[in-house]
T-cell receptor, first 115, second 115 residues
Framework: DTGVSQDPRHKITKRGQNVTFRCDPI?????LYWYRQTLGQGPEFLTY????????KSRLLSDRFSAERPKGSFSTLEIQRTEQGDSAMYLC?????????????FGPGTRLTVL | GQNIDQPTEMTATEGAIVQINCTYQ??????LFWYQQHAGEAPTFLSY????GLEEKGRFSSFLSRSKGYSYLLLKELQMKDSASYLC????????????????FGQGTTLQVKP
């Protein structure tokens, strides 16, 4: 399977705990995005990486959130001191840095439930 | 501000044609995407418009009018498997700092296809 993969697919945690999600983009895609989606809503942009550089962060990304892409390949999204409002589907997407329609390819997401 | 509007729900009959509208008001525009999302799954790419006019791809067509801030997705010969959420997304404008290509999504239109 050469698509975008995310791990874990589901995470249940208690309020106040830290969680970390991983995204493996399509090989050779140098652009990587994180989005958050709540029930009945469209995805909302969180942050963007071009290779290992984090070039944009949404105001939605509070200080409790941090994302990395240390070697320009996989990325991690960490949420510290989780709150019930963090419960959502966290989607990762990647695309190549080439011309064209620049379609973003989405992973299956990590569904986070904060109790 | 960024505002993308699409109907919340639509119902159509198997074999029929359905048109899902999307209007947008964004601070910049660099293309419009339509994605399909089945419940609990990742969004999958359907179409992309950057110039005015109609793009056709099999049973799916998408139209764009930039002057009106308007797009629609047309689905022909509806099948039961077309029951899903359809997401309209605008790609952010090119910035001096570089084109992040982040997508700004509407809330999605849930389409139910009935026999």
């Amino acid at each position: 399977d050469t698509g975008v993969s995310q791990d874990p697919r589901h995470k249940i945690t208690k309020r106040g705990q830290n969680v970390t999600f991983r995204c493996d983009p399509i090989s050779e895609h140098n652009r990587l995005y994180w989005y958050r989606q709540t029930l009945g809503q469209g995805p909302e942009f969180l942050t963007y990486f071009q290779n290992e550089a984090q070039l944009e962060k949404s105001r939605l990304l509070s200080d409790r959130f941090s994302a990395e892409r240390p070697k320009g390949s996989f990325s991690t999204l960490e949420i510290q001191r989780t709150e019930q409002g963090d419960s959502a589907m966290y989607l990762c997407a990647s695309r190549p840095g080439l011309a064209g329609n620049n379609e973003q390819f989405f992973g299956p997401g990590t569904r986070l439930t904060v109790l | 501000g960024q505002n993308i509007d699409q109907p919340t729900e639509m119902t159509a009959t198997e074999g029929a044609i359905v048109q899902i509208n999307c209007t947008y008001q964004t601070s910049g525009f660099n293309g419009l995407f339509w994605y399909q999302q089945h419940a609990g799954e990742a969004p999958t790419f359907l179409s992309y418009n950057v110039l005015d006019g109609l793009e056709e791809k099999g049973r799916f067509s998408s139209f764009l009018s930039r002057s009106k801030g308007y797009s629609y997705l047309l689905l022909k010969e509806l099948q039961m498997k077309d029951s899903a959420s359809y997401l309209c997304a605008v790609r952010d404008r090119v910035k001096s700092s570089g084109n992040t290509g982040k997508l700004i999504f509407g809330q999605g239109t849930t389409l139910q296809v009935k026999p």
